[in-house]
């Protein structure tokens, strides 16, 4: 599974954002991993441990799936649950039948267009000020 990681502002670096992974090991690990990697970029000495105030986000997608004679079939996928529940309404007004929603960790080729789709989502419905 991925995770999106946000490291705080610290004094020796600013702002840090980056992608981990579970699949060897621990994705604490390898975010910390990839933040000293930074750090040593910029000629400072690695730490054991995260920064205070570090934020992880798994990366998952939500599936809306239709059952068919056949079983359940994938129909599309949505990077929130509101939208998928919004998709679900709309294959239920225009179709009928059954319908369900699955939450599935994004697959390691989808992260890039995933986090693009996670953007434009949060672009739309970005509440504007009064």
Known sequence: MFYQFKVPPTHDVGSY???CSSRYGS???DALQDY?????????EPLTRMPPGTMYTP??????QGYYWRGW???????SYRAAVEQKTCYRDNEGGR???VRRAVPADGIQ????????????NAKTPA
């Open 59 to 64: 990366l998952v997608e939500y599936v809306l």
């Open 36 to 44: 000293n990697s930074c750090r040593a970029h910029d000629g400072h």
């Open 99 to 101: 319908y369900r929603i």
């Open 17 to 19: 954002s980056g992608i």
């Open 113 to 124: 267009s995933h986090l693009a789709d996670l953007a434009q989502y949060k672009q739309r």
């Open 27 to 29: 994705y604490r690990a």
């Open 73 to 79: 079939e994938d129909l599309t996928s949505e990077v």
